[in-house]
């Protein structure tokens, strides 16, 4: 079993930065990749960057330029700064975590509120 653990979250002003962190724990061996997900009231659930273990980037058009996501394997630990902050960037934040096999794991998510 994994465990994931959000951090990071908060309150900012529209332009401002955040950086979320995600720790995962438990059988963290054999892990094809990280991501971050987000998800706003009445809305999808979307994807906003993921990472393999190789550290092969993939990010959500809208937030291409403003975010970067990275991973420390050794300490199992996933990041995202975020930067340029905009509205519709509010949304809770999950970590996630994929086994070659397909199992998705889910962390509790993070409140990221942004500000005009």
């Known amino acids: 079993q994994v465990q994931l653990v959000e951090s990071g979250g908060g309150l900012v002003q529209a332009g401002g930065s955040l950086s979320l962190s995600c720790t995962a724990s438990?059988?963290?061996?054999?892990?094809?990749?990280m991501g971050w997900h987000r998800q706003a009231p009445g809305k999808q659930r979307e994807l906003v960057a993921s990472?393999?273990?190789?550290?092969?980037?993939n990010y959500a058009d809208s937030v291409k330029g403003r975010f970067t996501i990275s991973r420390d394997n050794a300490k199992n630990t996933l990041s995202l700064q975020m930067n340029s902050l905009k509205l519709e960037d509010t949304a809770v934040y999950y970590c996630n975590l994929i086994r070659p096999w397909g199992q998705t794991y889910w962390g509790q998510g993070t409140q990221v509120t942004v500000s005009s």
């Open positions: 990472i393999s273990r190789g550290g092969s980037t």
């Open positions: 438990g059988a963290t061996t054999s892990i094809t990749s």
